[in-house]
């Protein structure tokens, strides 16, 4: 394989895969299934492109690809770094051990959650997708610690500890995801409307146009009759509702 390709798409990754038409260029030229391109090709949604970081970052750990700034020795000595990068830098090494340890906790201390035997194969993609996403995310920062001694002032050290800094609200918000879904068994909504279909998402929102129309009417109703008869439509498309948002 062609080194610039693989080192373009570690560039990507290390971008946050954001560039989602690069992103798709890249997946045609490295080995693909044929099938999945055509899906992510169709459109760019949340669920696509997480899938195409996470088909790119598989295919990247495939051919064992190392970049070649974790190659170069640290021979050279950078400028002096700033108290506040050091902050940021300790900071982030910080909730790397956090994490570590949660893992390690989790994998000898097992909590209490629905059998994952329970699980539909949505909920087990969805766990997946998730798993690979917060992963990624882990890889990212861990890529960006080794550019802090090899860049050669502070003012880029400075934005690479921000960019550290920034991946942990994301890796915590993933992982109160992937606790809730094991859990619970329920996908939380953010994560359900951005793997909907475009028709899908367009149900979602008449449902709730009807859902809001007959809150207004039980409301507004003057007989216990009307009452009944707006409850009963209101609760029916609030059962649609969550039906489509659990896919069901």
């Known amino acids: 394989m062609n080194q610039s390709i693989l080192s373009s798409i570690y560039i990507f990754l290390s971008n946050g895969g954001n560039d989602y038409d690069f992103g798709l260029s890249l997946y045609a030229q490295v080995d693909h299934k044929k099938a999945l391109l055509r899906n992510l090709q169709s459109k760019s949604s949340e669920y696509n ?10 295919y990247l750990n ?12 640290q021979a050279s000595k950078p400028e002096p770094k700033t108290a ?17 340890l949660l893992v390690h906790n989790r994998r000898n201390n097992p909590v209490h959650s629905v059998d994952r035997t329970d699980f539909s194969d949505h909920l087990h993609l969805t766990l997946q997708e998730l798993t690979a996403e917060r992963n990624l995310l882990y890889k990212q920062r ?3 610690h080794p550019q802090l001694v090899l860049v050669d002032s502070d003012q880029k050290r400075f934005e690479i500890a921000r960019e550290i800094q920034a991946v942990q609200p994301a890796v915590d ?8 879904i094991k859990a619970t068994g329920v996908i939380d909504e953010e994560t359900a409307i951005n ?30 009759a009307e009452t009944t ?20």
Not at 62 to 73: D, F, G, L, P, R
Not at 84 to 100: G, V
Not at 232 to 240: F, G, K, R, S, V
């Open 229 to 248: 008869k707006y409850q009963n439509h209101l609760e029916h498309y609030q059962a649609l509702e969550k039906q489509l948002l659990n896919n069901e």
């Open 49 to 58: 492109k997480r899938k195409l970081v996470y088909e790119l970052d598989k």
């Open 173 to 180: 918000r993933l992982n109160n995801k992937i606790k809730q």
């Open 84 to 100: 506040h990068i050091n902050a940021i830098h300790e900071d982030s090494r910080k909730h790397s051990k956090e994490n570590d």
């Open 142 to 144: 861990d890529h960006l």
């Open 195 to 224: 793997q909907m279909s475009a028709v899908d998402y367009k149900t979602l929102q008449k449902y709730r146009s009807y859902i809001r129309r007959y809150k207004r009417l039980v409301k507004s109703s003057t007989t216990s």
């Open 62 to 73: 495939s051919v064992n690809y190392i970049h070649e700034a974790t190659t170069k020795t």
